[in-house]
């Protein structure tokens, strides 16, 4: 099994890149998920974005958020990895490769994420504790969660 990565900002996506990126979203979020939701937020342009490649097919993502955007910390979004690699530890290399990403971008800081409850404790096992009360975000259960840099 081949496994790449690549990071890149917005503007340096090919356009190629880009419609693999949200297909793959609109496919684990619109349709897997039956969630109706605007994905384009505005956001992305200003957002680092990690993939992941399987045989050279995008098979995990995510989008690393610059402090101030949406929270006060850097944060990690939007994070995904194809049904057919679930289990494979997909998710849990787009995340390693996130967090290292964020640190190197944005330099050392706290690393907020906004998470469904179902995958808590997947995060936990990263380093990432609760942050708040759990709130629906479009139909879905979810808790803010933090990751303390290690500077903290």
């Known amino acids: 099994m081949n496994v790449t990565h690549s990071v890149k900002a917005f503007q340096d996506l090919t356009v190629y890149e880009l419609y693999a990126l949200l297909k793959l979203r ?3 979020f619109v349709v897997e998920q039956n969630c109706v ?3 384009l937020d505005d956001k992305d342009q200003v957002c680092y974005h990690v993939m992941l490649y399987r045989n050279d097919q995008l098979v995990a993502c995510s989008r690393l958020v610059p402090p101030g955007l949406v929270y006060e910390e850097m944060a990690i979004g939007r994070v995904i990895s194809a049904g057919a690699v679930r289990g494979l530890g ?3 290399k787009v995340m390693g490769l996130s ?3 964020c640190q190197e971008l944005f330099g050392p800081g706290d690393i907020r994420i906004g998470a469904q409850t179902y995958a808590l404790g997947f995060y936990s096992s990263l380093g990432f504790v609760p942050d708040g009360e759990t709130y629906d975000e479009d139909g879905i259960e979810h808790i803010e969660m933090v990751k303390k840099s290690p500077k903290s």
């Open 26 to 28: 609109s496919e684990v």
């Open 37 to 39: 939701y605007l994905d």
């Open 90 to 92: 997909m998710g849990r």
């Open 99 to 101: 967090i290292q990403y």
